[in-house]
């Protein structure tokens, strides 16, 4: 792609919490962290931020102190996806004001939408926007599923650049990719899949597995890119204990308590989720000292 939104790594950015609101402080620490772990983007409010239950002022001032922490060092990717079209075109013009590179639109939840539905939706905040707009398809937390030629007529329009692929289907994402060609990014949203989908001409991965690891994550897509395809490969087959360990229970649960034991944040969620089970903690901490993160 001639110039996509970012290539390689970002990071889906978890919300720091301490007694129940945003610690700012913790977050402003984790995004430059980051940066200088070299991470190649970083994905605010999304899925693993919790966008779904901060409250609607939460949710833009995480978006803006983000935007304003990061001052143009990486691409900031704003997550302004609803299951309510109205609220993702408010979401998504406030995003483009505060200066977000890019926003990522996920899939409509719950009330879902038949494919026709999605085009509507997707086209009518695309036309809102300023800045590309990301789809976003996980059909496992959505209940909808993008199908690969509903993306591609999406891709047509001007301000939808790419595609989130958190399906798990490897074949769904190689349709995407025949139907939308190189003008149109793919990335992996599952960090088991980075080099998969990367062989398929993907632009890299929005990931979970970075919140903790952003230098060795961004280095699977760096080595790829850089053509040591066996190097990539052999790290992406290294990290799955800890990328399976990250997703043994709902994400970001499993994060949340990884940078918790890091020292980074408190291990602090929102309801209706809660703090990861001791037994699931135990993998999740063995996984981590085999990666030296303890």
């Known amino acids: ?7 390689g790594a970002a990071t889906a950015i978890i919300t720091p919490f ?15 962290w980051q940066i200088e772990e ?10 693993t931020g919790e966008g779904s239950t901060l409250t609607d002022a939460e949710h833009k001032e995480v978006i803006r102190y983000c935007v304003e922490r990061v001052a143009g060092r990486v ?12 609220y993702a075109i408010e979401l998504t013009r406030y995003a483009c004001e505060v200066g977000a590179d890019a926003v990522l639109l996920v899939t409509p939840y719950y009330n879902k939408a038949t494919q026709k539905g999605l085009i509507a939706s997707f086209t009518a905040i695309a036309d809102a926007s300023t800045k590309p707009c990301i789809l ?16 591609a007529q999406l891709a047509k329009h001007p301000q939808i650049a790419g595609i989130k692929e958190a399906s798990g289907n490897i074949s769904q994402v190689a349709a995407v990719k025949a139907l939308c060609g190189d ?12 080099v998969p989908i990367l062989s398929l001409g993907g632009d890299g991965v929005i990931s979970v597995l ?5 230098a060795k994550t961004a280095k699977i897509c760096k ?36 940078c918790g034991a890091m020292g980074l944040c408190e291990n602090s969620v929102r309801l209706p989720l809660t703090v990861m089970e001791p037994q699931n903690e135990e993998r999740l901490r063995r996984a981590m000292s085999e990666q030296g993160l303890l």
């Open 38 to 47: 070299g991470i190649n983007g970083i994905v605010v409010a999304g899925t």
């Open 1 to 7: 792609m001639s110039n996509p939104v970012f290539r």
């Open 223 to 258: 080595d790829f890119f850089d053509g040591n395809v066996k190097a990539s490969a052999k790290a992406q087959l290294e990290m799955l204990p800890l990328v399976n360990a990250l997703f043994c229970e709902v994400n970001p649960i499993p994060v949340k308590a990884a």
């Open 183 to 194: 003008d149109f990014a793919v990335y992996s949203g599952n960090d088991d899949q980075i």
């Open 75 to 86: 691409p900031v990717i704003a997550g302004t996806g609803s299951n309510d079209t109205a």
């Open 136 to 151: 976003y398809n996980v059909p496992s937390r959505t209940g909808c599923n993008l199908q690969p030629e509903t993306v």
């Open 18 to 32: 301490k007694n129940d609101a945003v610690d700012y402080e913790a977050f402003g620490k984790m995004i430059d």
């Open 210 to 214: 970075s919140g903790i690891l952003p």
